[in-house]
């Protein structure tokens, strides 16, 4: 059972902006400059038709500032499927 009121986006944001309760969060980022090299690796799938879920796996790990420490993630992921096989959170790359 639905109760309230349906209303727009465009309301809700007049309504914010009224209110005065937009805020503006200062984006701070910084990647990492080392796709602007020469490229030392090869991609071994460039011609890999990838048909079924378990054929190519891909990981990843990057890091995150959370209250001005940095917390580690890990993820494996099936190519295919684009599934979360696996992840991983830590405090230190170990």
């Known amino acids: 059972m639905r109760q309230g009121y349906t209303v ?3 309301r809700v944001a007049r309504l914010i902006k ?11 980022g ?5 796709l602007q090299r020469d490229k030392p690796w090869t ?3 460039e011609t890999l038709d990838v048909s079924h879920q378990d054929q190519v796996w ?3 790990v990057t890091y995150v500032r959370v209250k001005g420490r940095f ?6 992921m099936d190519v295919f499927s684009r599934m979360i ?8 790359l170990t």
């Open 8 to 10: 727009g986006t465009r």
């Open 43 to 45: 991609n071994l799938l």
């Open 58 to 60: 891909v990981g990843d």
């Open 18 to 28: 009224e209110m005065n309760l937009l805020v503006s969060v200062k984006r701070v």
């Open 30 to 34: 910084q990647t990492t400059k080392s």
């Open 85 to 92: 096989k696996g992840w991983k959170l830590s405090q230190h």
């Open 71 to 76: 917390v580690y993630v890990a993820v494996l």
